[in-house]
């Protein structure tokens, strides 16, 4: 398997997380996938062939709400490969200085990793566990739902092993952490900085309550732009 690396931003670490995860991906599961791709930010992608182009530079912080996946997977088209996509700033969000070092980032990219390895299943051989699973066709919800039970399935594996089974209550104890100063900052109004911490909360532990506040302070942070422009707006036409 190719991982090829498509920015210097990336942490030094994360070609070998992403080795240590492929192990526990079955070699028959990987078949036709040579190529996986480590992106800083998400990058565009072409709407014809699905294929990854240079990230916008201008585009805001992903914890603002700017493509906040933090893997995609992209068919093969024509003479373009199949690839995964691993995105870092998703990734590593929340994680501070060793921790990114740790069998936590481990498991964390082994299940973006492994949830792109069940669409790439889907679009190669039809299905992920059996051939009459999938009723209305390879996008959309039920699509969606067998990739997140393939990653399910395999760190569930994973946490068997004690040097993952720790991370699970270590992550979450990071996710109320930054939960916990996420409503600090809200209830002082500062939302571009609520929804840092909400997002790294949301990332850390996606079955709290951190991801419907990361999406309540996005909104915050929306009409107060707006409202900002619109004064600024004003001003420059006054001016005029």
């Known amino acids: 398997m190719k991982i090829q690396v498509e920015s210097s931003n990336i942490p030094s670490c994360m070609t070998w997380h992403v080795r240590r995860a492929l ?9 036709g996938l040579d190529l996986i791709c480590l992106f800083e930010k998400h990058p565009v992608q072409n709407r014809v062939t ?9 585009s805001p912080p992903v914890y603002l709400g700017y493509k906040s996946s933090s893997g995609f997977y992209s068919q093969r088209f024509m003479t373009n490969p199949p690839l995964i996509g691993l995105i870092s700033e998703g990734l590593f969000a929340g994680l501070p200085g060793v ?4 069998p936590l980032a481990t498991l964390r990219i082994a ?7 069940g669409h790439h299943l889907i679009y190669t051989r039809g299905y992920v566990f059996n051939p009459n699973e999938l009723r209305n066709g390879k996008n959309g919800a039920e699509a969606e739902g067998l990739a997140n039970l393939y990653a399910a399935e395999k760190t569930a594996k994973m946490t068997k092993r004690v040097s993952y089974k720790i991370a699970g209550p270590i992550t ?13 900052a809200s209830e002082k109004e500062h939302y571009r900085r609520a929804s840092y911490y909400f997002y790294c909360a949301y990332k850390l532990d996606e079955s709290s309550d951190a991801g419907k ?11 107060t732009d707006k409202t900002v422009n619109g004064r600024q707006s004003l001003a420059g036409a006054e001016r005029r």
């Open 111 to 117: 299940g973006v990793l492994a949830h792109e390895v």
């Open 23 to 31: 192990k526990w991906i079955p070699a028959a599961d990987l078949f």
């Open 99 to 102: 921790f990114k070092y740790t």
């Open 213 to 223: 506040a990361w999406k309540y302070v996005l909104a915050k942070v929306k009409k």
């Open 172 to 184: 979450r104890s990071l996710s109320r952490l930054y939960y916990e100063r996420g409503v600090l």
């Open 50 to 58: 699905g294929q990854p182009e240079a990230p916008d530079p201008t």
